[in-house]
């Protein structure tokens, strides 16, 4: 039999942001992500104890009026046995703060209800990955510590962690499309969207949204959505999907012209063998992105794209990676932005919508993100301070060439092309006006804006016109 395990035990082992090409130097990596695992286990304990006390019966509180969580405190088993100065940013402080987070708010338990965690069988992950890659991560479980890259660490837990994450995506997968629950929210890890066919990488082991999405196809749905806001793309998603025209696949993620890891997601990279434009890329070309850049990319390519399309099920792969305050993706989306896009997408597939956890990594803000979009799938309102929104100037250029990429694919995207190119120039004069204007804000002190210095401060921001007198 052969492994694709690669022992990796270095002598000083290198730090995760070196090893993603992100940055190095992060207080948040040093001062442990703000958080600690003995505040999170109250909250634990009663998720625990009251799911356990559900599964007793039948699942008689599911409804189709429900929201459904995914959870099971055995996925915190998997974890780097490996002594590290920092700790590694896939850890089980990660859905120990979500689950804490939601049970103070009193969404789960109490809003949502939970739903049995069972592990994948070989048959449903062999629809996702090749037997080899299967054999390799089962393989571990004899191990006590290995290393598949020098970044995705497994212990003797992490291959039944993996099998019940991936599991819980595909029972949650049923229990909306049957129509037993609303939509559901997967609290899961490890994390799946960088595991391709043949290999783990990226801290991802097995695939959950593609096993989540061959789930809703095996239960009736014909054409299903995946849209992945991870910070990073996900290549092995959209390997996985590459040459299938029932899955669209779309992601918007940092990509720097490949130089952002994993390197891959360019905008022409559109599907193959086919299955071209079911492949949407937006990647973004710097970081710092935030809420404007992303929900002007959701109404420009991904909304009319997805609606065109019209998908039977939605999966969201929830990367809260650029989160404001991530120290891996260093963007600047806020709680209020992830919740506005998930309520842009609850229309889509008659509201049958699945949200799965991939990355993030600052617990502050994974736990308020994460609250933010359960909250919407609960039924409350995103707000409307981000309804009138203008893109960065980098995000319009990006939005403009995945639109004028995809445009031969997706017929809707050509009524509005023209119209978009028009406006671009009309985007750009108000940002460049207000980029000004707050250049002369800054131009004088703030004492300066009252007082005796007023009209000095009124001349040089252009307030007075002098006129010369001619002699």
């Keep these: 039999?052969?492994?694709?395990?690669?022992?990796?035990?270095?002598?000083?082992?290198?730090?995760?942001?070196?090893?993603?090409?992100?940055?190095?130097?992060?207080?948040?990596?040093?001062?442990?992500?703000?958080?600690?695992?003995?505040?999170?286990?109250?909250?634990?304990?009663?998720?625990?104890?009251?799911?356990?006390?559900?599964?007793?019966?039948?699942?008689?509180?599911?409804?189709?009026?429900?929201?459904?969580?995914?959870?099971?405190?055995?996925?915190?088993?998997?974890?780097?046995?490996?002594?590290?100065?920092?700790?590694?940013?896939?850890?089980?402080?990660?859905?120990?703060?979500?689950?804490?987070?939601?049970?103070?708010?009193?969404?789960?338990?109490?809003?949502?209800?939970?739903?049995?965690?069972?592990?994948?069988?070989?048959?449903?992950?062999?629809?996702?990955?090749?037997?080899?890659?299967?054999?390799?991560?089962?393989?571990?479980?004899?191990?006590?510590?290995?290393?598949?890259?020098?970044?995705?660490?497994?212990?003797?837990?992490?291959?039944?962690?993996?099998?019940?994450?991936a599991g819980l995506c595909a029972d949650l997968t049923k229990e909306i499309v049957s129509g037993r629950a609303k939509n559901g929210f997967a609290l899961v890890r490890p994390p799946g969207h960088h595991a391709g066919v043949r290999q783990a990488m990226g801290f991802c082991l097995h695939n959950n949204a593609a096993a989540a999405a061959l789930a809703a196809q095996a239960s009736g749905a014909k054409k299903v959505l995946i849209v992945d806001w991870d910070v990073h793309h996900g290549n092995g998603t959209q390997e996985i999907f590459d040459q299938n025209k029932s899955v669209l696949y779309m992601s918007l993620h940092r990509h720097e012209g490949g130089k952002f890891y994993p390197g891959t997601g360019a905008a022409d990279e559109v599907g193959s063998m086919g299955a071209e434009g079911y492949c949407v890329n937006v990647p973004w070309s710097r970081g710092g992105v935030g809420d404007n850049d992303y929900i002007f990319a959701f109404q420009h390519v991904v909304l009319p794209i997805a609606s065109e399309f019209a998908p039977d099920f939605t999966i969201i792969s929830a990367g809260f990676d650029a989160a404001r305050g991530d120290p891996l993706g260093c963007c600047d989306v806020t709680p209020a932005g992830y919740a506005k896009m998930t309520h842009m997408l609850t229309d889509l597939s008659g509201g049958k919508l699945l949200v799965i956890l991939e990355g993030g990594y600052n617990l502050r803000s994974i736990s308020s993100s994460?609250?933010?979009?359960?909250?919407?799938?609960?039924?409350?309102?995103?707000?409307?301070?981000?309804?009138?929104?203008?893109?960065?100037?980098?995000?319009?250029?990006?939005?403009?060439?995945?639109?004028?990429?995809?445009?031969?694919?997706?017929?809707?995207?050509?009524?509005?092309l023209t119209k978009f190119q028009s406006q671009c120039s009309m985007y750009t004069i108000q940002n460049k006006k207000k980029q000004i204007k707050k250049r002369r804000r800054a131009m004088a002190p703030i004492w300066w804006k009252g007082g005796r210095k007023t009209l000095l401060y009124r001349l040089l921001n252009g307030h007075f016109h002098l006129k010369r007198r001619c002699l």
């Design 1 to 165: 039999m052969m492994l694709s395990i690669v022992m990796y035990v270095p002598p000083h082992p290198p730090q995760d942001s070196d090893i993603c090409g992100e940055h190095r130097e992060s207080g948040i990596l040093r001062h442990g992500f703000f958080a600690s695992s003995l505040l999170q286990d109250s909250g634990l304990t009663e998720i625990g104890a009251d799911t356990r006390e559900r599964h007793k019966g039948p699942q008689d509180s599911a409804s189709n009026s429900s929201t459904a969580v995914g959870f099971d405190e055995r996925m915190l088993l998997h974890s780097e046995v490996q002594m590290k100065s920092h700790p590694h940013p896939e850890r089980p402080d990660r859905i120990r703060a979500i689950a804490a987070s939601l049970a103070t708010a009193g969404i789960f338990p109490g809003r949502c209800y939970p739903i049995s965690a069972r592990e994948i069988t070989r048959e449903e992950l062999q629809m996702v990955h090749s037997l080899d890659h299967i054999e390799a991560v089962d393989h571990t479980s004899h191990m006590f510590s290995s290393y598949f890259t020098p970044d995705t660490y497994a212990n003797e837990h992490s291959a039944h962690a993996a099998r019940l994450a």
């Design 370 to 416: 994460a609250t933010a979009v359960i909250k919407v799938l609960l039924g409350e309102s995103p707000g409307c301070e981000l309804d009138n929104t203008l893109p960065s100037r980098s995000g319009l250029q990006t939005v403009l060439e995945v639109l004028q990429i995809q445009n031969k694919y997706w017929p809707a995207l050509g009524s509005s």
